[in-house]
């Protein structure tokens, strides 16, 4: 059972968006800031946000990342069959003084 | 660019200890906090801890007794050892750069990099 709740999947055709949910509690999404992992299969997770909303270098912005209360939620515009991942959010748990991961969101790109 | 490097056994008796290590390359390991995280197959992501180059670290509770993260910085390794395996810890293990950092009022925390995972059974 993970801290962090999301939906274990979601599917939308190619060129449409998709937005994925993260829910939290005050002790985590509510007061911390979220980042956002993309899992492509047999890979390691790779960075996509970080502190709710912003992209590293070589991210494009198709992705995008907003945080409201204790809810977070990511945002792929434009999408690719490139982008059937696994997708993770992520903060730290300031009561339970650890990093914690949603359960991951399955994408598939229909 | 900065990478990370797992390695280490991939079969582990049960009951026996798991020591696996982190070489980091393309930056210092200086200044920044490196974290160790698991993933049981078909499943999420488990953080396990971390360490600074100072030696500080942070456990997650429920391993707390169980693990070690231990970093030597003129080899830039940081190293994790995991004891009283139990087939419950067959997982991929991540090492990965830890950017977490809490202020007054709020903490900002993510994983930049990380390592391409080892596979890591534990089975007699």
């Known amino acids: 059972q993970s801290v962090l709740t999301q939906p274990p999947s979601v599917s939308a055709a190619p060129g449409q968006k998709v937005t994925i949910s993260c829910s939290g509690s005050?002790?985590?999404?509510?007061?911390?800031?979220v980042s956002w992992y993309q899992q492509l299969p047999g890979t390691a997770p790779k960075l996509l946000i970080y502190d709710n909303n912003k992209r590293p270098s070589g991210i494009p912005d198709r992705f995008s990342g907003s945080r409201s209360g204790t809810s977070a939620t990511l945002g792929i515009t434009g999408l690719q069959t490139g982008d059937e991942a696994d997708y993770y959010c992520?903060?730290?748990?300031?009561?339970?003084?650890?990093?914690?991961f949603g359960g991951g969101t399955q994408l598939t790109v229909l | 660019q900065v990478q990370l490097q797992e390695s280490g056994p991939g079969l582990v008796k049960p009951s026996e200890t798991l020591s696996l290590s982190c070489t980091v390359s393309?930056?210092?390991?200086?200044?920044?906090?490196w974290s160790w995280i698991r993933q049981p197959a078909g499943k999420g992501l488990e953080w396990i801890g971390r360490?600074?180059?100072?030696?500080?670290?942070n456990y997650t509770p429920s391993l707390k007794s169980r693990v070690t993260v231990s970093v030597d910085t003129s080899k830039t390794q940081f190293s994790l050892n995991l004891s009283s395996l139990t087939a419950a810890d067959t997982a991929v293990y991540y090492c990965?750069?830890?950017?977490?950092?809490?202020?007054?009022?709020?903490?900002?925390?993510?994983?930049?990099?990380w390592g391409q995972g080892t596979l890591v059974t534990v089975s007699s």
């Open positions: 990965a750069r830890d950017r977490g950092f809490c202020s007054s009022t709020s903490c900002f925390y993510y994983f930049d990099y």
């Open positions: 360490i600074s180059t100072s030696g500080s670290t």
């Open positions: 005050s002790s985590n999404i509510g007061n911390n800031y």
């Open positions: 992520g903060t730290w748990d300031s009561s339970l003084s650890v990093a914690v």
């Open positions: 393309g930056d210092s390991i200086s200044s920044y906090y």
